[in-house]
Every structure is written in structure tokens, then in C-alpha cells.
Nanobody
Framework: QVQLVESGGGLVQAGGSLRLSCAASGRTFSSRTMGWFRQAPGKEREFVAFINWSGGSTYYTNSVKGRFTISRDNAKNTVYLQMNNLKPEDTAVYYC?????????????????WGQGTQVTVSS
């Protein structure tokens, strides 16, 4: 079992930056893949970013490549999402996910563990 708690969301103007954090409970964090997903109003939840257990491999959805960076600190049981050059279309609730499932053929799929979500609102 793992519990995830996100923080760092808020209201920012277009072009601004935010850093989301996701703190995980338990002693197995360093062996888990992690991901960030988001859900905008009226839309399905979508994949944003993936990181493997060591942090040595990352993957992003096309719309955030070059603007978002996922990272992790296994000593702190925390995964981060640095979001730069934010756009109004990035507005969504952002969710941290554990045991995110890598695929060679499509975007990573969510694992079984979710945080409660944190709201990110980007004004134009």
C-alpha cells in the first residue's frame, strides 16, 4: 500500500511556472514507477509524465515536452513536476500516480494508487 499527497497547485498567469510535489508513504517508494496525470473540466483524465524507479528514464505527453520536467528524490519519498511556460490549456486537476505502467506502444497507463489531486489554473 502507498498513500500519495500532492501539493503545489495554484493560480498562475500564462507563461508562469509552478512546481507540484507528491509525497508518498511507505518504504517501497524507491522501487515504484511514478506518473502525473491531469483532468480538465469535462474531459477524461490524461497522462502527463512518467518516471522510472531510479529517475533515469522519463517520458512526456507531446503537449508538455520541453516545458514540464518530472523528477524524484527517493530519499524524501517525493516526486516532482516542474511546469514552466504554462498555458491556459494546462488548466486541470493534477494527480500523482504510483506503479504507473510503461508501454512501448502507447502512453503509460495509470497504476492502482492515486493522490487526491491538486488544482492548477492558468489565466490568459
Amino acid at each position: 500500500q502507498v498513500q500519495l499527497v500532492e501539493s503545489g497547485g495554484g493560480l498562475v498567469q500564462a507563461g508562469g511556472s509552478l512546481r507540484l510535489s507528491c509525497a508518498a508513504s511507505g518504504r517501497t517508494f524507491s522501487s515504484r514507477t511514478m506518473g502525473w496525470f491531469r483532468q480538465a473540466p469535462g474531459k477524461e483524465r490524461e497522462f502527463v509524465a512518467f518516471i522510472n524507479w531510479s529517475g533515469g528514464s522519463t517520458y512526456y505527453t507531446n503537449s508538455v515536452k520541453g516545458r514540464f520536467t518530472i523528477s524524484r528524490d527517493n530519499a524524501k519519498n517525493t516526486v516532482y513536476l516542474q511546469m514552466n511556460n504554462l498555458k491556459p490549456e494546462d488548466t486541470a486537476v493534477y494527480y500523482c500516480n504510483a506503479d504507473t505502467i510503461w508501454s512501448n506502444f502507447r502512453d503509460p497507463l495509470p497504476g492502482n494508487y492515486w493522490g487526491q489531486g491538486t488544482q492548477v489554473t492558468v489565466s490568459s
